[in-house]
């Protein structure tokens, strides 16, 4: 069965610097896919940004990068240059790839709160 | 734009009581999927849809129904509603893809009393 763990319930940051946030999965399937979602104050939940097990590059997108290590069963989010409004609770999430049509298996979320 | 849209956005229930939450998708997926999100527990997966006419359990399905009339339409039913199942509901949709990210509605938050 696939576990997703977010050992960290919250981290503090001063606006515009870098923030990291641990995710740690795990999955008997070769294949799989990783997602990093963020919940606004609002509640709205947004998707950010994914990466595949079988790419070794990390994905970017925007000020969103990801650290993947494989062997560690890893999935790390870095935001860098925060602003205010990356103030928000970010969720990693896991799809196995035998079942595309499953739902996503999720953490239990980061707080992040970014101060000025 | 693509947009998944929940209704109603708060809903007070009896204990007993059925309840229905719906859920519209603008985005012609296939599956549509119902989560609920709890405190110290996450999201949690209720039930699942490949299309219309097809429902799935989730982890959590005890205590719900679903139903998928039409490829647009999937409702969460609770037809004996209990204040365990007081919450905050999110119907999501995705087209199937592995690595499609599903996109989620407003959520609509339940308080069964």
């Known amino acids: 069965a696939q576990k997703v763990t977010q050992t960290q319930t919250s981290i503090s940051v001063m606006e515009k610097t870098t923030v990291t946030m641990d995710c740690v999965y795990e999955t008997q399937d070769s294949s799989y896919f990783l997602f990093w979602y963020k919940q606004t104050a609002s509640g709205e939940i947004v998707f950010l940004i994914r990466?595949?097990?079988?790419?070794?590059e990390n994905a970017t997108v925007g000020h969103y990068s990801l650290n993947f290590q494989k062997p560690k069963s890893s999935i790390g989010l870095i935001i860098t240059a925060t602003q205010i409004e990356d103030s928000a609770v970010y969720f990693c999430a896991m799809r196995e790839g035998y079942n595309y049509a499953q739902g996503l298996t999720f953490g239990l979320g980061t707080r992040v709160s970014v101060f000025p | 734009e693509a947009a998944v849209t929940q209704s109603p956005r708060n809903k007070v229930a009896v204990t007993g009581g059925k309840v229905t939450l719906s859920c519209n998708q603008t985005?012609?997926?296939?599956?549509m999927y119902w989560y609920r999100q709890d405190t110290g527990h996450g999201l949690r997966l209720i039930h699942y849809s490949y299309g219309a006419g097809s429902t799935e359990k989730g982890d959590i399905p005890d205590g719900y129904k679903a139903s998928r009339p039409s490829q647009e339409n999937f409702s969460l039913i609770l037809e004996l509603a209990t204040p365990s199942q007081t919450s905050v509901y999110f119907c999501a949709s995705g087209d199937g893809q592995g690595a499609q990210a599903p996109l989620f509605g407003e959520g609509t938050r339940l308080s069964v009393l």
């Open positions: 985005n012609n997926h296939n599956n």
């Open positions: 990466q595949d097990s079988y790419k070794k």
